[in-house]
């Protein structure tokens, strides 16, 4: 703990410590309609496609959300959890979440939970749930190997957006 406060000071409390683990995303389901969802948020974020909004959206709407979510729903069908109805990325995010909570077990005043950037659980959805338990400050870990304006700068950008509403 810290030493003696000067006279006259109280000592404030502070509230809990959010722990967010955050990876790319990843669709709700293999159909046409969770991909096309998943594709076009993914694939509108200017960290991922750096090009002009009216070159880009007239390509993104009118042939890539148009054959793509077919395409990739058939990819992702060869993979995905069944006994869980959901993606290998969303089963092995949770699992770390949980287990990093576990690790953490002794420290009453932190939370672990876990977002996706794109999908859902949305990085929104989890640091309002966050804020809501209590937590004044989070700890943002995107789960990437290196920083990239793609990835990790992104992450980053949603969750600010998020918590500054």
Do not use: H
């Not at 009216?54 to 069944?82: D, F």
């Amino acid at each position: 703990t810290a030493g003696p406060l000067p006279a006259g000071s109280v000592r404030v409390k502070a509230g809990k410590v959010g722990v967010m683990l955050i990876n790319l995303g990843t669709p709700d389901g293999t159909e046409f309609n969770p991909m096309w969802r998943y594709l076009r948020e993914f694939l509108s974020d200017p960290r991922v496609i750096e090009l002009n909004k009216a070159i880009w959206y007239p390509i993104l709407y009118g042939l890539v959300l148009t054959t793509r979510p077919k395409k990739s729903g058939a990819n992702y069908a060869r993979i995905w959890n069944r006994e869980k109805n959901e993606s290998p990325l969303r089963t092995f995010t949770r699992a770390q979440a949980e287990k990093l909570a576990k690790a953490l077990g002794d420290l009453p005043d932190v939370m672990v939970d876990w977002a996706m950037r794109y999908g859902n659980p949305s990085t929104a959805s989890v640091a309002r749930g966050l804020v809501e338990q209590g937590c004044d400050r989070i700890l943002s870990f995107p789960l990437y190997p290196q920083y990239s304006a793609t990835t990790t700068a992104t992450a980053n950008d949603q969750l600010f957006r998020a918590l500054m509403k």
